[in-house]
């Protein structure tokens, strides 16, 4: 830790006088999402105006605020910057998010820097940082701790993929900055800190270009991976680890630009949370995407990944920008995310490396039977019994050590494995349909039967708000899983094209140390007054936005969620924001049906209400679905065995990295090759060529 001095001047300083300048009342911002109408630099210049003109609702990532304003030729409110700086000494989690702008304060905008940043934008500071700040983040970098080896106990949460990546970026770039310092914390110097931290971050790199992130298409993560890709790209010297660095943003926002809908990234989603799922202004990734691409709302001033972006050189390629854009065709989008833990053979790993058991944790395989034994040896290197996060297996510590000595650790894990495993994400096979008019989103046959956590399985969207997605609800309030982030158990959730059936079959775990399953039942968002209409005939719920339909079906009977519903029973939570948009199902085995369609495929609504109402429609023995879609055949799936139109069977695994209709690889790519409307981006990750050509 830092030492005790440094703190209690940390929180003095925090009581700085505001500037004058400082905003007491916000101003909001519009959502847009109609074709894009302006240039980047002008996004630009109006998110500085954003960034200007609102207060922080909260302080928790405040310094990519100040670091904007400072850009825009703006006073910085020391005051705000120094409550960074105590947070980051007191080592509280997240930390991490912090300290990339700390990096950035050194790097980018103190004036007796002379050396240029290698990409990064060169800023003109009309109201440079003090030298009591400048000398209160050089104390603060210092003293960081950087990985969990190093040492000390903390509750800091390093291992989930977003945090590796941020962690181990800050300890390279920190290396780099003071390269003949000795950090504190760990006794190393800042050459020895960059030449630790330079595989950690080449290997993470390496896992995400050929097989995709884990925490996958996440509205929640994305935007923290980012910002750490970006610093390493603005601020590295090394020409691997920048071109890489590179080469991985341009991914990220190319998912985004195929599994978007109106500038909303609503897809099925790796991690996400409640207010990300159901609001396109709660999307942590919706700042960034209407600076970058011109479609969404400023919300957040102090956004990580539009904050990195305004200050970087980094330059959206064009064929990112025609996929974006596209408004006039329909298609779809398969896409491998995330890595299997078992695959040992295919990426070389080691089960009692404590570097391999890192890789294991980007996924969050805590107690995978694979994988329970490397937990112990970690647990025991890295002082974790006593990180709060893993507060429930610290009265088991003598148990779990027993069991591992006598090789039972294992076969406990593969008992438990439904409950303990509930938090890993294996690799997801994404299948997205985009039209003009909405978009469907799954990740296929993901883990069904298991526990899951903060999985987002599947998400249809009309417009930025109206969408629809069911849950079965974990626990009512509290962590997640609860009533709406997560789930309880996972369903078998398929798609083919325009329509999801998700099947829930709801059962207790037992024994279940995590979440022991009590609600029987699912639910559905469906908030009525984002739609244009909203019909309900013959047990489907129907709705229209523009010229997209939407039509939801329940095998169990349902009900909407109203202030004067009471089941006995069943643990329903009350909460005004979901009257009228929450429909519920009782019973331990549900199919949710949803077809999707619009105007210039089904005709008028009328049609389309029509066609799904005469359509064959069955639930039987195995949990059976037949379901004789229109426009598309007949669909059979079960809880078990193939997913089938007409007959023959559909590929729900296995899928490719990418396969639509800009780019095509296969699985475990080493390139990439991007084409749209005659612009193209190809990646070589082998050569590290990156190579675009910019043509609209």
């Known amino acids: 830790m830092m030492s005790t001095d440094s703190r209690p001047y940390f929180a003095e300083q925090a009581r700085r006088p505001v500037p004058a300048t400082y905003p007491t009342e916000p101003h909001p911002d519009f959502y847009y999402s109609g074709p894009v109408e302006d240039t980047y630099e002008e996004r630009r210049k109006k998110y500085l105006d954003f960034v200007l003109q609102n207060p922080l609702k909260s302080d928790q990532r405040t310094m990519w605020r100040e670091l904007m304003v400072m850009a825009a030729g703006g006073e910085p409110h020391e005051g705000k910057i120094f409550q960074v700086l105590n947070f980051i000494s007191e080592r509280h989690d997240c930390s991490d998010f912090r300290m990339h702008p700390v990096l950035r304060l050194v790097y980018q905008f103190d004036p007796n820097r002379k050396k240029p940043t290698p990409d990064g934008r060169q800023l003109e500071i009309k109201h440079p940082p003090s030298q009591e700040v400048l000398d209160a983040a050089k104390a603060t970098i210092l003293h960081f701790k950087y990985w969990p080896s190093e040492p000390g106990i903390d509750s800091l949460c390093s291992w ?12 390279y770039l920190a290396g780099q900055l003071y390269p003949d310092e000795v950090f504190h914390n760990s006794g190393e110097t800042g050459r020895e800190k960059m030449a630790i931290n330079k595989p950690r971050i080449l290997r993470w790199m390496d896992l995400r ?80 995407t209407k600076l970058l691409f011109g479609r969404g709302i400023y919300t957040n001033c102090s956004s990580m990944s539009a904050g990195s972006f305004l200050i970087s050189n980094y330059e959206v390629p064009q064929v990112l920008h025609n996929i974006f854009e596209e408004d006039t065709v329909s298609y779809v989008n398969k896409q491998e995310c995330g890595f299997r833990v078992q695959d040992q053979e295919r990426w070389n790993w080691d089960y009692d490396s404590l570097e391999d058991g890192m890789v294991f944790y980007s996924n969050e395989a805590y107690l ?3 994988t329970a034994r490397t937990t112990i040896r970690m647990f025991d290197a890295f002082n974790w019994w006593e990180n709060r996060f893993f507060a429930e297996f610290k009265p088991f510590r003598g148990f779990l050590k027993t069991l591992k000595a006598l090789g039972l650790l294992k076969p406990l894990a593969k008992w438990l494995e439904k409950d303990l495993s509930r938090n890993m994400r294996d690799n997801a096979n994404v299948y997205t349909y985009k039209t003009p008019d909405y978009m469907l989103s799954t990740a296929q046959d993901h883990r069904k039967g298991f526990g ?23 626990t009512i309030g509290g962590k997640t899983p609860n009533y709406w982030e997560g789930s309880g158990l996972l369903p078998r959730s ?72 009471d089941v006995e029973g069943f643990n329903i939570p009350k909460n005004e924001l979901d009257i009228d948009r929450d429909v519920i199902a009782l019973g331990k085995q549900n199919a949710w049906i949803t077809q999707l369609g619009r ?79 005659n612009a193209e981006l190809y990646l070589n990750w082998n050569t590290i060529e990156r190579r675009v050509t910019n043509k609209e």
Request: include cysteine.
């Open 160 to 171: 989930t993929e977003n945090h590796q990546i941020l962690y181990a970026s800050a300890g």
């Open 209 to 288: 270009f050929r097989s995709g992130f884990s925490e996958w298409l996440s509205n929640v993560y994305y935007e923290e991976d980012i910002a750490p890709l970006l610093s390493l790209h603005d601020l590295c010297e090394d020409e691997e680890i920048r071109g890489r660095a590179k080469m991985i943003i341009d991914l990220m926002l190319l998912d985004i630009a195929l599994n978007q809908y109106q500038g909303v990234l609503g897809s099925t989603h790796g991690r996400s949370y409640e207010r990300q799922k159901k609001w396109a202004a709660g999307e942590s990734t919706i700042t960034m």
């Open 368 to 370: 995978h039977p694979l």
């Open 452 to 474: 899951g956590d903060q999985h987002h399985i599947w998400h249809a969207t009309l417009a930025p708000d109206a969408v629809c997605f069911t849950t079965h609800p974990g």
């Open 494 to 565: 398929v798609q083919i094209k325009n329509v999801n059936i998700t099947l829930y079959n709801i059962k207790p775990i037992f024994p279940a140390l995590y979440v022991p399953i009590k609600n029987f039942y699912t639910h559905a968002w469906f908030p009525k007054d984002k739609f244009d209409e909203v019909v309900e005939k013959q047990d489907w719920i129907f709705a229209r936005k523009g010229d997209a339909y939407l039509g939801l079906y329940s095998f169990q009977p349902y009900f909407w969620n109203t202030e004067d519903v």
């Open 599 to 677: 105007k210039a495929d089904d005709g008028s609504f009328e049609e389309f209400m029509q066609q799904i109402l005469a359509a064959k429609l069955t639930f039987g023995t195995g949990m059976q679905v037949e379901f004789d879609s229109p426009g598309n055949g007949l669909i059979q799936v079960a809880w078990n065995g193939p997913l089938t139109l007409d007959g023959e069977p559909i590929e729900i695994n296995g899928y490719p990295r990418y396969d639509n209709p800009y780019v095509t690889t296969e699985r475990d790519p080493f390139e990439m090759h991007v084409i749209a409307n």
